[in-house]
């Protein structure tokens, strides 16, 4: 067990460009989130799968994002056309059905993306 | 909707004082709770968690109790030490079968403790 792995740590962008960041999760877990997080405030939901479907999705996440599970395994968040706005830490977390309904969400270190 | 509030921080202590973080939540239902904690440049890490009324979470010294007639899940630490310093956040989930499933956040405490 790794843990939770996200690539790049570190993103610097120009406005209006895109961005893609992935996340590793844990092998054995079947759930997997994107959380964002500004500074002094604590992480906000974007989305989330099981497996290779998508659940749930944040009003927060515009149509410029879009979050993809193809295999169930790894996961990618695209920005299009990024706005300064988007400048956080994009965290992602995983979970397991398996060990019960209030198994806890093991996070990554996250990508921090600053748009200038 | 379900959300969570904390104490505004930042929190300064000296080693070996008590803390206490106030965390209340509002939700429908019986959400389960959770304090997560990260320390500086790490990931967030699950500190402790209660899943119903009256329960007690507890590890590494801290502990919260699950109270429903108050909403609340206050942090307590008896003896702070440096190594504790890091933001902790209140969190709950509410799981509702499959399609429903995420956890909120409160917007964190960041505790400073000086030696």
């Known amino acids: 067990d790794t843990g939770v792995s996200q690539n790049p740590r570190h993103k610097i962008t120009k406005r209006g460009q895109n961005v893609t960041f992935r996340c590793d999760p844990i092998?054995?877990?079947?759930?997997l989130y994107w959380y964002r997080q500004t500074l002094g405030q604590g992480p906000e939901f974007l989305t989330y799968f099981q497996n290779e479907a998508q659940l749930e999705k944040s009003r927060l996440l515009s149509d410029r994002f879009s979050a993809e599970r193809p295999k169930g395994s790894f996961s990618t968040l695209e920005i299009q056309r990024t706005e300064q706005g988007d400048s956080a830490m994009y965290l992602c977390?995983?979970?397991?059905?398996?060990?019960?309904?209030?198994?806890?969400?093991?996070f990554g270190n996250g990508t921090r993306l600053t748009v200038t | 909707g379900n959300s969570v509030t904390q104490m505004e921080g930042p929190v300064t202590l000296s080693e070996e004082a008590f803390l206490t973080i106030n965390c209340t939540y509002t939700a429908t239902g019986y959400p389960s709770l959770f304090w997560y904690v990260q320390y500086p440049g790490e990931g967030l890490q699950l500190l402790l968690k209660?899943?119903?009324?009256?329960d007690k979470g507890s590890n590494k010294g801290f502990e919260a109790t699950y109270r429903k007639e108050t909403t609340s899940f206050h942090l307590e630490k008896g003896s702070v030490q440096v190594s504790d310093s890091a933001v902790y956040f209140c969190?709950?989930?509410?799981?509702?079968?499959?399609?429903?499933?995420?956890?909120?956040f409160g917007p964190g405490t960041s505790l400073s403790v000086i030696p």
């Open positions: 977390a995983s979970s397991s059905t398996r060990t019960g309904p209030y198994s806890p969400l093991h």
């Open positions: 209660a899943t119903k009324a009256d």
């Open positions: 092998s054995e877990h079947n759930r």
């Open positions: 969190a709950l989930r509410h799981p509702r079968g499959t399609s429903y499933d995420k956890v909120i």
